[in-house]
């Protein structure tokens, strides 16, 4: 006789368990201690087995009986119903072990391989680690671009519009290795192409007047702070580098003879190798800063390891210690003002840029730009050095 609601409420635990019937070799086992159990007895090649289902009234009797007509589905086409939910549960154990976060630290380990620059997987570490720290734990294949679109939104809330899209681009990111590893078969944040509001474009903070540029190099000469840092700044303002390049500087990236300083791709933005010419007034910093640095590899090493560089924030640090807010200087505008006074003074366009390593999108112009204009570049170094000596000069 089929179970019906009632009977399976009413039934009440005896001193032995006990089974209430529903056919089809589906029963309820009413255990001693109360608890109700959904099983079905069958046979598959001759040995008898038995297939659990939950308990009830978790699993409600239509429930069951779904499950049931499954298993002996299952049992026509000759599979062994126990034997498939093992299989199951363990490629869902398996489907959860490909979570995001896994995938997150596969991607990181793969651009170290690939030799990224050490600042940029620095930075795809702390986006992928702390800003999509809330889709580590979930399955690759189960988030859905709400998800993803919630975090982004967070973020972008509290005025970081700039850093909800590169986190966005980093998310996609993980997914198309995802894919091409065959873990995911979708990008779920491809929808979200335009769903983020436009970054607000803020500029670098740079002095830009040359009489005001004068007096912050003053300050600079006069600053006396550790001369390492002092040394780093001169360096970066007479080379036109980035700081992260200055801070990364190796000794054996000099050439003093031929007064070239060779910077590698693996450590330029673009992975572009990078060759500076290096003005008298620049190989005078690195004779007067070089004692400093015996026994280490990295010529502007940090005041606690010589193994360790200048800070990120090591610039910016003596800059206000000298007096300028944030919002009037920082490091990186050092070069806005440099490509500033030069562009300001009639200098050549392309010399400019290709001092400042900026990447020509037509692979042919930057190809000749490169073998080009070396002389030039070599001629404005040292014109731009004697102009910044002139500027420090006019305020004594």
């Known amino acids: 006789m089929r179970l019906s609601e009632f009977t399976l409420r009413k039934a009440k635990p005896k001193e032995k368990a006990y089974r209430l019937s529903d056919g089809g070799g589906l029963h309820l086992l009413v255990q001693t201690n109360g608890s109700k159990l959904w099983q079905m007895r069958y046979r598959h090649l001759g040995k008898e087995n038995v297939l659990s289902f939950g308990p009830y009234p978790l699993v409600t009797l239509a429930e069951a009986r779904e499950k049931r007509d499954v298993a002996k589905k299952q049992l026509i086409n000759g599979t062994d119903p126990a034997a498939q939910k093992r299989l199951d549960k363990i490629a869902a154990e398996t489907a959860a072990r490909r979570t995001f976060g896994l995938l997150a630290d596969e991607y990181i380990e793969r651009m170290v391989a690939k030799g990224a620059a050490e600042g940029t997987v620095t930075k795809t570490e702390w986006l992928l680690k702390n800003l999509a720290a809330p889709l580590a734990n979930r399955p690759i294949k189960d988030i859905h671009p709400a998800e993803i679109l919630d975090v982004l939104r967070r973020i972008e809330q509290s005025g970081r519009r700039e850093t909800a899209r590169r986190l966005r681009g980093v998310i996609g990111s993980v997914f198309k290795y995802a894919i091409v590893t065959l873990r995911a078969d979708t990008d779920p944040t491809l929808p979200l192409h335009g769903a983020l509001l436009p970054p607000k474009v803020v500029g670098r903070a740079a002095i830009i007047d040359e009489n ?163 002389p030039q570049r070599v001629e404005l170094m040292q014109e731009w050095a004697d102009l910044l000596d002139e500027l420090t000069e006019a305020f004594p």
């Open 212 to 374: 005001e540029f004068g007096k912050l190099l003053r300050a600079i000469d006069d600053y006396d702070g550790w001369p390492t840092i002092t040394a780093a700044l001169k360096f970066l303002i007479l080379t036109c580098v980035r700081p992260g390049e200055v801070r990364g500087a190796k000794r054996n990236e000099f050439d003093f003879d031929k007064a070239i300083w060779r910077i590698p791709a693996e450590r330029m933005k673009m992975r572009v190798p990078h060759d500076v010419p290096l003005s008298k007034q620049a190989l005078q910093v690195l004779e007067d800063i070089w004692p400093l640095s015996d026994g280490a590899e990295l010529v502007f090493r940090s005041i606690r390891s010589k193994d360790r560089p200048l800070s990120d924030n090591a610039f910016n640090s003596a800059l206000r210690r000298m007096g300028y807010e944030k919002h009037e200087v920082t490091a990186h505008g050092m070069r806005v003002t440099a490509s500033s006074i030069l562009n300001s003074r009639g200098y050549d366009p392309d010399v400019i840029e290709a001092v400042l390593a900026h990447q020509d999108r037509n692979a042919i112009r930057r190809a000749y730009n490169r073998a080009t204009y070396w």
